[in-house]
């Protein structure tokens, strides 16, 4: 946090506008649409309320099922789950670690021979990197499915050269307290489509008719984001480019200390865009490395530097042990072999480098 985000903070603090609504609020969904060139944002308490949101906007209900990347956070999933749909994993390809569209092909022209289509679309623009859109909107046009983008994690990347945000048909941000920028947790939701982001709005507010009593013709949620965190949001926003440069300078730094090390290979920036580089993730080959991706991380841990797995792909997890998937060999693969480094917009030199001689000098190599 730096000086504009107090200013602003205090500023909201001393109008008086303590509340899920206010001058902040609707300056913050402003900005954002002027920066990335969307038409409407509604800014809300969390990533994972914006993708309830979404779903709930393109009418997601119990026995409907929706497509997203096997390799993610699960609050992707969780959302589905939410509405009583159930989610449908797809594995990553290699290159990106994002959906592969070749696969979300497969599935979906195996979903229309079968007569069910899914209600929608999610690929996820993992670790800061866009998926591949092109193929994506072309195949899911193909079948009219509505494509919602989880941009949770990629705000600041851009894909041929449009902004990450502005990809699908809605998108959806995080600004939890570990992404990009920050406003300790809070998230958006973003489409050009005026009437979703109205709805979204209405549905965030408890779906409080137009009525001079309490009216609610349908059910809503407490789901707006706050005045005071939108102020912290806007000053964000004016040092998100700073973020990203660090975040990639970390990237690069890591990249030229550990390419040559035999058995280390990173997530690959995808000719198609610029990732934010929000995490910057190693594959380990175990054999050529000579130790494995977990004694790595816990020689880190053992001089207190917290390296993370890679997300343990959802068709893993017994919370979703009965959803379908297509493929999964290669997000297991990133799963076993993937590691992400530290890589806050806030390390120094001396951090960054302690983190590569730990590396270098895991015992038993
Ligand atoms: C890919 C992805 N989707 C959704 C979310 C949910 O966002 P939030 O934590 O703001 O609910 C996150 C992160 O937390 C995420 O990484």
Redesign the pocket.
């Known amino acids: 946090m730096g000086t504009v985000e107090r200013e602003l903070l205090l500023d909201a603090f001393d109008s008086n506008w303590i509340a899920p609504l206010g001058p902040h609020v609707d300056a913050f969904e402003r900005e954002m649409c002027e920066l990335l060139g969307i038409g409407h944002a509604a800014a809300l308490s ?6 309830h949101l979404s779903l709930l906007i393109l009418g997601v209900e119990p026995g409907d099922e929706v497509i997203t990347s096997t390799l ?2 699960s ?2 999933a969780n ?1 589905v789950t939410y509405c009583g749909a159930r989610p449908v994993f797809v594995d990553s390809s290699q290159e990106t670690w994002n959906i592969d569209p070749g696969i979300l092909a497969e599935e979906l022209k195996s979903c229309a021979d079968r007569g069910k289509l899914p209600k929608a679309v999610i690929p ?3 670790y800061g990197q866009c998926a591949d859109y092109a193929p994506i909107t072309e195949i899911c046009a193909r079948y009219e499915v509505p494509i919602i983008e ?1 941009a ?2 990629a705000l600041g990347a851009s894909y041929r050269g449009h902004a990450a945000g502005t990809l699908g048909s809605m998108a ?5 307290g ?2 990009i920028i920050t406003t300790s ?3 958006m939701l973003l489409s050009d489509n005026e009437e979703w982001i109205k709805r979204t709005r209405y549905l965030a507010t408890q779906a409080r008719d137009f009525a001079p009593h309490y009216q609610h013709s349908t059910i809503g949620y407490n789901y707006r984001m706050s005045n005071l965190l939108a102020a912290v949001g806007r000053g964000q926003l004016r040092v998100l480019d700073d973020r990203v440069s660090a975040r990639r300078a970390n990237n690069r730094f890591y990249r030229e200390a550990l390419s040559k090390v035999q058995g280390i290979t990173f997530l690959p920036e995808a000719s198609y865009g610029r990732s934010n580089c929000w995490l910057t993730c190693i594959l380990i080959d175990p054999k050529e490395f000579g130790a494995s991706t977990e004694e790595i991380r816990i020689h880190l841990e053992s001089q207190n530097v917290e390296a993370r797995p890679v997300w343990k792909p959802m068709h893993m997890q017994p919370a979703f042990s009965d959803c379908r998937k297509r493929g999964g060999d290669v997000s297991v693969g990133l799963f076993e072999h993937g590691l992400c480094l530290p890589s806050g917009s806030n390390l120094n030199p001396s951090e960054r480098e302690l983190v590569v001689e730990l590396i270098r000098s895991v015992p038993g190599r």
Not at 172 to 176: H, Q, Y
């Open positions: 969390s990533g994972t309320a914006a993708l993610t956070f609050a992707t959302a996820v623009d993992l989880d949770a994690e959806v941000l995080s600004f939890n570990n992404k947790g809070g998230g």
